[in-house]
């Protein structure tokens, strides 16, 4: 059975970093696009950051420059580092692969 699991999430004053990280169980990584999304309060859920399985990166333009996502296939993990971050970046935030959702981790920014 897979399961994603994110961590990292927390509440932060308004320019601090944090870094999520998302676990896999049951299946590695490799070979498969790794996505975060995000869904604010009172919104639809968004695209964040993908990393394709040749480990191309693209981002969403609100969060090109401050988010970095990585990935570690040996490690069996995806990273999105996080920087400079606002208010309007409050949201759950998800890793996504294949079929399969983790179940979130929260983060919020104070301003």
């Known amino acids: 059975q897979v399961q994603l699991l994110e961590s990292g999430g927390g509440l932060v004053q308004a320019g601090a970093s944090l870094r999520l990280s998302c676990s896999a169980s049951g299946r590695t990584f490799s070979g498969y696009p790794v996505t975060w999304y995000r869904r604010a309060p009172g919104k639809e859920r968004e695209f964040v950051a993908v990393?394709?399985?040749?480990?191309?990166?693209y981002y969403t333009n609100s969060v090109k420059g401050r988010f970095t996502i990585s990935r570690d296939d040996a490690q069996e993990t995806v990273d999105l580092e996080m920087t400079s971050l606002n208010p309007e970046d409050t949201a759950m935030y998800y890793c996504?692969?294949?079929?399969?959702w983790g179940p979130g981790t929260q983060v919020t920014v104070s301003s």
């Open positions: 996504h692969m294949d079929q399969f």
């Open positions: 990393s394709t399985k040749s480990g191309q990166t």
